[in-house]
């Protein structure tokens, strides 16, 4: 069965500096991948995703993430993080071999400081 | 606007007494689904639909029920509620329900069940 972890419950970062959360995944091939964020308040909205090809992808909000196939990894990142990012941000695995079930990690909460 | 609309946005129940969320999507999408998410767990599949009168247990079904009448709308149904459910509720969509696929979410509903 496919599963999604996200190692970092929460994470606080200052306000121009970089971030990286993670993302490991569990499954037999290469699933379809996804960042999530949720604002305070609302629904989650897509940031990037991934499928194949380069496995450097580019996200809205100036958002990137790096599929490393040999590590099960996709992890997002942000050069410089504004206080606007503050989020709960989720890691979602969709099967390439059926339709309609998803997978998502437990949320890693980010804190941004001034 | 395209958007996933979810009624109530707040709702306080008491054991055992009826209720339904309402999800309505218009985007004219086949595929529509309902999450939990919980406190270090993430989001949790109930169920998801593939289009009209289709419908398929996630991975946390037990307690609830779902309807798909009509292509825009997927009520949840919970028939005799638990304080173990509650949770924050999210209604999703997507075009086909393909894995690769962007999916739409709802505000949210916040359920507390006394």
């Known amino acids: 069965a496919q599963s999604v972890t996200q190692p970092d419950i929460h994470i606080t970062v200052s306000e121009g500096a970089s971030l990286e959360l993670r993302c490991n995944y569990s499954y037999g091939a290469t699933p379809y991948l996804f960042w999530y964020v949720q604002s305070p308040g609302q629904g989650l909205q897509l940031l990037l995703k991934?499928?194949?090809?380069?496995?450097l992808v580019q996200g809205i909000k100036g958002f990137e993430a790096e599929f490393k196939r040999s590590q099960s990894s996709f992890n997002l990142r942000k050069p410089s993080v504004h206080w606007s990012d503050a989020a709960e941000y989720f890691c979602?695995?969709?099967?390439?071999?059926?339709?309609?079930?998803?997978?998502f990690g437990a949320g890693t909460q980010v804190v941004v400081t001034p | 606007e395209a958007q996933v609309t979810q009624n109530p946005r707040y709702l306080i129940t008491v054991t055992g007494k009826k209720l339904t969320v309402t999800c309505s999507q218009n985007?004219?999408?086949?595929?529509m689904s309902w999450y939990r998410q919980d406190p270090g767990l993430g989001l949790r599949q109930i169920y998801y639909s593939m289009n009209v009168e289709v419908t398929d247990k996630g991975d946390v079904p037990e307690g609830y029920k779902v309807s798909r009448k009509e292509k825009r709308n997927f009520p949840l149904i919970l028939e005799s509620p638990s304080p173990n459910q509650t949770s924050l509720y999210f209604c999703a969509s997507s075009l086909t329900g393909l894995s690769n696929e962007k999916l739409f979410f709802g505000s949210g509903t916040q359920l507390s069940v006394l």
């Open positions: 985007m004219n999408h086949e595929y």
């Open positions: 979602a695995v969709g099967a390439t071999d059926s339709w309609g079930k998803f997978q």
């Open positions: 991934y499928f194949s090809g380069d496995t």
